[in-house]
T-cell receptor, first 116, second 115 residues
Framework: ETGVTQTPRHLVMGMTNKKSLKCEQH?????MYWYKQSAKKPLELMFV???????ENNSVPSRFSPECPNSSHLFLHLHTLQPEDSALYLC???????????????FGPGTRLTVL | AQKITQTQPGMFVQEKEAVTLDCTYD???????LFWYKQPSSGEMIFLIY??????QNATEGRYSLNFQKARKSANLVISASQLGDSAMYFC????????????FGTGTSLTVIP
């Protein structure tokens, strides 16, 4: 059960560019998440939205700006990125944000971002 | 302290054999959920199995089972009858009851199935 799509799958951008990552979930879930996965590091939770409201911002630099217009769509706007921001960015959704089975997160395929 | 610890960076298993991937966790919350995910080289994280802290029985999903030892705070994943397609990274994760927004992941174990 994937049900979560992400575009683009690959993105190369310069440090002065502005780009956006898009995530869409077709599972009827209420919560959506952005994660960053760098080599040799655990997954880093960036943002959490529950019923379109941001409930978590894990000290993410302001050059990453999330947007959640509805429970099915999540965007990550990127501007003035640094080379160390190169990573796999994963979007996920869950029915709720609880510790029970409803809190199970389902992930998209990710966007592989390279910042030159 | 790390919330999730996976001590096996890499594991090898013969095709059709069983393999256990270790996971220990750290929480003082009596209510939590434990999750295992598989990440093939394509990058997508695939949900495998869930275990709730109050569940009396070990979770099973097809060839996957979770060896839940609450007192030891361990939640090892057992894959039976390994297949070549099982070669991937495997991540253990936890969600606590009081801070449901946080979903803690381990560093993962790379599993290679040998024909």
């Amino acid at each position: 059960e994937t049900g979560v799509t992400q575009t683009p799958r690959h993105l190369v951008m310069g440090m002065t560019n502005k780009k956006s990552l898009k995530c869409e979930q077709h599972l009827g879930h209420n919560a959506m998440y952005w994660y960053k996965q760098s080599a040799k590091k655990p997954l880093e939770l960036m943002f959490v939205y529950n019923f379109k409201e941001q409930t978590e911002n894990n000290s993410v630099p302001s050059r990453f700006s999330p947007e959640c217009p509805n429970s099915s769509h999540l965007f990550l706007h990127l501007h003035t990125l640094q080379p160390e921001d190169s990573a796999l960015y994963l979007c996920a959704s869950s029915q709720d944000i609880g510790r029970g089975p409803g809190g199970t997160q389902y992930f998209g395929p990710g966007t592989r971002l390279t910042v030159l | 302290a790390q919330k999730i610890t996976q001590t096996q960076p890499g594991m090898f298993v013969q095709e059709k054999e069983a393999v256990t991937l270790d996971c220990t966790y750290d929480t003082s919350d009596p209510s939590y959920g434990l999750f295992w995910y598989k990440q093939p080289s394509s990058g997508e994280m695939i949900f495998l199995i869930y275990q709730g802290s109050y569940d009396q029985q070990n979770a099973t999903e097809g060839r996957y089972s979770l060896n839940f030892q609450k007192a030891r705070k361990s939640a090892n994943l057992v894959i039976s009858a390994s297949q070549l397609g099982d070669s991937a990274m495997y991540f253990c994760a936890m969600r606590e009851g009081g801070t449901g927004n946080q979903f803690y992941f381990g560093t993962g174990t790379s599993l290679t199935v040998i024909p």
